[in-house]
């Protein structure tokens, strides 16, 4: 791969605190392959970011689904994890997986980008080491790759960026996208021709090999985030074994489903090709563009804009429904096909404004198709529909219990618990067929992980 190494000084602390020794790649025996297995016991895990209590919960999966039976919750407070918390860090802002250190265990990659560093660039990226047992092996810290960024961890992608195979974390800061080599610890690397607008501050990332064979097997990485005047940016640059950046571009304009917020992908009209799924609340709407055979563009392989307006989908648009503010993608009933479920947490239910509601659409060949709406006026749903509880807030496609449809999990940050004001709180719906079960649907909050209550909108980010 021809690299040219634009920014190699890294912040990188590991160690090993409370006795825990770091596992070196290649020294596990793994019993899971799952990206987000971090025990190995072969059940995908939930994890659940609570940026303003700066921590991270997860409930391990089993057959019984998710649940504070089987969780922890970590802190840079707790054992192995480097850093001491303070109430600007924001520690779960964003969190994604994958085996960083290729020991066969998927690790926990946690974005603090408020993090402060003295005399370097704010922010900090924690990788927790997966293992038997789970997270209990010791953790490494990314820290800005120059002293002139900010909000360093914004976002975080771990798949392979140049196609060797290997996977590669990429993180994203206020104004810059970074991308590490293979290895722990890993050196940095800014694209080789940059293509972040200067008036463009970034809020997350995400990626999936939207083209077909003969273009290589890299996957193309999504930025989203805002421009200067508050409109939104949304931009793309291909992986590959060179010149990262010069194959890039921008999703923009009032007509192309711009994100600040939401973005998520998955093959929703079963043609073999990963689709792009964004969100754009300020206008009550989401965008779906069709992955294809040819290279990631502009306009990809046609694209469509959905409302609450459009055919069978659910409700009505009013103006503070923000319809899109989350957007999941995942296969519910096992069809071959990817759903789509869309958090619209402004919506009014029942005359109780702001109490949130979770559009479901149908994935099938050719495009998406009619919808179900989910709210906590929902006969099954826990809860009760609350003014300002924001349910659908943030959402997660995934496979919890090992029976082949994805649960939905669903954050409702502005959830009263008790007499706390804003607590927040996750439920998890099952799949089913054809559409979800509010049958044996579960929730809970961070009371139940013993974390404080008020006003930490428990499950901002649900991984």
Not at 76 to 89: F, L, N, R
Not at 223 to 231: F, N, Q, R, T, V
Not at 234 to 259: F, H, R
Request: proline share 4%; glycine share 16%.
């Amino acid at each position: 791969m021809r690299i040219r190494k634009l920014a190699v000084a890294i912040g990188v602390a590991a160690l090993a605190a409370g006795g825990l020794t770091l596992p070196l790649a290649g020294t596990a025996s793994a019993a899971s392959t799952l990206k987000d297995d971090y025990n190995g016991d072969g059940y995908r895990d939930l994890a659940i970011g609570t940026p303003k209590a700066n921590s991270v919960t997860i409930t391990y999966g089993s057959a019984s689904g998710a649940g504070p039976a089987r969780s922890v919750t970590v802190t840079q407070e707790s054992a192995g994890v480097p850093g001491v918390t303070e109430p600007e860090d924001e520690f779960g802002e964003n969190v994604s997986s994958g085996d960083v250190n290729h020991d066969g265990y998927a690790d926990l990659i946690i974005g603090a980008p408020g993090e402060q560093v003295a005399d370097w660039a704010s922010g900090a990226v924690t990788v927790m080491w997966g293992g038997s047992g789970g997270l209990t092996h010791g953790a490494q810290v990314y820290h800005a790759p120059t002293a002139d960024d900010e909000r360093f961890g914004e976002g975080t992608v771990f798949v392979d960026l140049d196609g060797d195979d290997w996977a590669q974390l990429s993180v994203v800061s206020a104004k810059k996208w970074w991308w590490y080599g293979d290895g722990t610890p890993a050196t940095a690397y800014a694209p080789e021709v940059e293509f972040v607008p200067d008036d463009v501050t970034l809020e997350g990332q995400t990626a999936a090999q939207f083209h077909g064979v003969g273009v290589g097997e890299t996957y193309t990485y999504v930025l989203y985030g805002k421009h200067a005047d508050g409109s939104p940016y949304t931009g793309w640059v291909n992986g590959g074994a060179g010149d990262i950046g010069y194959y890039s571009g921008q999703i923009d304009g009032n007509y192309t489903g711009s994100t600040t917020e939401a973005a998520a992908t998955g093959d929703v009209n079963c043609d073999g090709y990963p689709d792009l799924v964004t969100g754009q609340a300020d206008e009550n709407s989401i965008w779906v563009f069709w992955g294809g055979s040819t290279i990631f563009g502009d306009e990809m392989e046609g694209m469509d804009k959905v409302t609450q307006d459009s055919g069978d989908v659910p409700g009505a648009t009013e103006t503070e429904d923000r319809f899109g503010a989350s957007v999941a993608v995942g296969d519910l009933d096992n069809d071959g096909c990817d759903d789509v479920a869309v958090g619209a947490p402004g919506e009014t239910v029942d005359g109780i404004k702001g109490t949130g509601s979770v559009v479901v659409l149908k994935g099938r060949t050719g495009s998406l198709t009619t919808g179900r709406a989910y709210h906590q006026a929902t006969t099954g749903v826990p809860g009760t529909a609350e003014t300002g509880d924001a349910f659908g807030s943030s959402l997660r496609f995934k496979d919890i219990n090992g029976g082949g449809r994805a649960e939905l999990a669903i954050g409702a940050s502005g959830e009263d618990i008790g007499t706390k004001a804003d607590a927040g709180a996750v439920t998890v719906l099952r799949g089913s067929s054809p559409y979800l079960t509010t049958t044996s649907a579960t929730s809970f909050n961070g009371a139940d992980f013993g974390l404080p209550s008020a006003g930490i909108r428990f499950g901002t980010t649900l991984r």
